[in-house]
């Protein structure tokens, strides 16, 4: 392994997420070179989701305020947190919601649904504008 962190931060820009998805997992592809497709387009689901989050429902795309990305690698555990600063929101609620059959075309909520299904570990802090995720990574080819 060559390095076992990657930390970035940039302005609330959509247009920023996706050049630092791939960054992210050109980082993940050289710390777990085995690392199969299903990884990684599991992994660029997560950050996608994570950063597209912040950007838009986070920081509401103001350019004046930041989203805070790292990713630090253990062992074959991949950590991550996502950081934005908005005013948080109801975690717990939005999963809800999401889960109740009327509300399956709604725009919130499926995405944090989503990521909680693909990782092992998904916490928030107490008012939800920061997100903890972990997960093991299987690089077995």
């Known amino acids: 392994m060559t390095q076992n962190k990657f ?4 302005q ?3 247009y920023k997420v996706n050049d630092i998805v791939d960054n992210s997992l050109r980082f993940l ?10 990884n990684l387009m599991e992994f660029r689901l997560i950050f996608c989701e994570l950063l597209f989050n912040a950007v838009i429902h986070g920081n509401k795309q103001d350019a ?5 990305f790292s990713i630090n690698v253990t062992g074959g555990y991949v950590n991550s947190i996502v950081s934005d600063e908005g005013n ?4 717990n609620k939005a999963l809800k919601i999401s889960c ?12 944090i649904r989503l990521v909680k ?3 092992d570990r998904l916490d928030f802090d ?6 903890k995720f972990c997960k093991k990574v299987e690089s077995d080819g």
């Open 64 to 68: 004046g305020k930041n989203v805070f």
């Open 29 to 38: 592809k050289n710390n777990f070179p085995l690392l199969n497709d299903n």
């Open 100 to 111: 109740m059959a009327e509300n399956i075309f709604l725009e919130s909520g499926r995405g």
């Open 12 to 14: 609330s820009d959509i």
């Open 88 to 91: 948080g929101f109801d975690y």
């Open 126 to 131: 107490t008012n939800g504008s920061t997100v």
């Open 117 to 119: 299904s693909l990782v």
């Open 7 to 10: 930390d970035v931060s940039f």
